[in-house]
C-alpha cells in the first residue's frame, strides 16, 4: 500500500471527559495518522453529546477544537457528517475547527471511486422509536427552541435523554438497532456509488453484497477493559484499508 492515504474516516469516538484515554487516542491518531493524509472524514458521533455551538469554550470541547483546528491549518482538507450524539454541531464550531459540514447521505469522489458517505442512523429504519425521535429532533423548529434555552438547561435534557435512551436500548433486540437492507440498498441507488462508508451501530465489518460494498467503522473506546477503534484509510490506488488503533491492517 502506498505511505500517504487520500482520505482517512473516522465515527462513534464518543468523546467525553469521563474517558481520558480515549481522547488522547484521539489525540494521537491526528498527530501521528490526519496529519500525513490529504482529508479528514468524520462521520459522526465524534463527541458523546453536543448541546450547541457555545459550548465550544467548555475546557474539553476546546481541547478537542483546538486538536481539529491543528489538523486543518496543517493543510488537511477535515470534513464532518453529523451523528445522532452531535447534530447540534454548526457554523461555530465549523469556524473554529476549519471542519466543512456534510449534509448525508454524501457522495465523494475519492481515488477514483464514488463512495456513500453518511453517520448510519438514518438507515435504522425498523428502530421505529427512534426514527419518530429523528425526525422530531432534527426538525429546524425544535432545534431553535432548544438552543434557546440555558445552557445548564440543555445539559440537563441531554443527561436525561441519554439515560432514558440506555434503558430503552437495554430493552431492544439488537437486530432493530442495525442498518435495515432495503435503507442501504435505497442509498447505494440514489448515490449511484459501489462504495459505502458509515457507523453508528459499532458493528465494524466489511460487506460486499453483489459488486457493492459497505465498510462500518469501529466505534473507540481506550478506557474499557478490552481497548478499541480504528479508522478506514483510502489509498490514491482506490484500495481501501481498514486499520486497528495500532495502525496494523484488519482483514
Known amino acids: 500500500m502506498s505511505m ?77 457528517i453529523a451523528g445522532n450524539r452531535d447534530f447540534l454541531v454548526g457554523q461555530g464550531f465549523s469556524a473554529a475547527t476549519g471542519a466543512t459540514l456534510l449534509t448525508e447521505p454524501f457522495v465523494a469522489s475519492i481515488a477514483g471511486l464514488r463512495i456513500a458517505l453518511l453517520h448510519g442512523d438514518a438507515q435504522c429504519t425498523d428502530d421505529v422509536g427512534y426514527m419518530e425521535f429523528r425526525a422530531q429532533v432534527r426538525q429546524p423548529a425544535w432545534q431553535q427552541q432548544f438552543l434557546a434555552l440555558p445552557l445548564a438547561q440543555r445539559h440537563a435534557i441531554v443527561a436525561g435523554l441519554r439515560k432514558d435512551s440506555q434503558a430503552l436500548q437495554s430493552a431492544k433486540a439488537t437486530e432493530i438497532m442495525d442498518v435495515a437492507p432495503q435503507a442501504i440498498a435505497s442509498v447505494f441507488d440514489s448515490a449511484g456509488a459501489s462504495v459505502m462508508i458509515h457507523g453508528h451501530t459499532h458493528r465494524p465489518a466489511l460487506h460486499a453484497v453483489g459488486a457493492t460494498r459497505r465498510y462500518v467503522l469501529p466505534d473507540w473506546d481506550m478506557d474499557c477493559s478490552v481497548a478499541r477503534g480504528g479508522w478506514i484509510a483510502v489509498h490514491a490506488d482506490g484500495s481501501i484499508h481498514r486499520i486497528d488503533l495500532n495502525g496494523a491492517e484488519l482483514h
Open 4 to 80: 500517504v492515504p487520500v482520505a482517512l474516516f473516522i465515527s462513534d469516538l464518543h468523546l467525553q471527559p469521563s474517558q481520558p484515554k480515549t481522547c488522547a487516542a484521539f489525540v494521537d491518531f491526528l498527530e501521528r495518522h490526519a496529519m500525513a493524509a490529504k482529508a479528514l472524514y468524520v462521520l459522526g458521533d465524534l463527541f458523546e453529546y453536543w448541546v450547541g455551538d457555545d459550548d465550544l469554550s467548555s475546557p474539553f470541547n476546546a481541547e478537542v477544537s483546538a486538536a481539529l483546528a491543528r489538523v486543518s491549518a496543517a493543510g488537511v482538507a477535515l470534513y464532518w
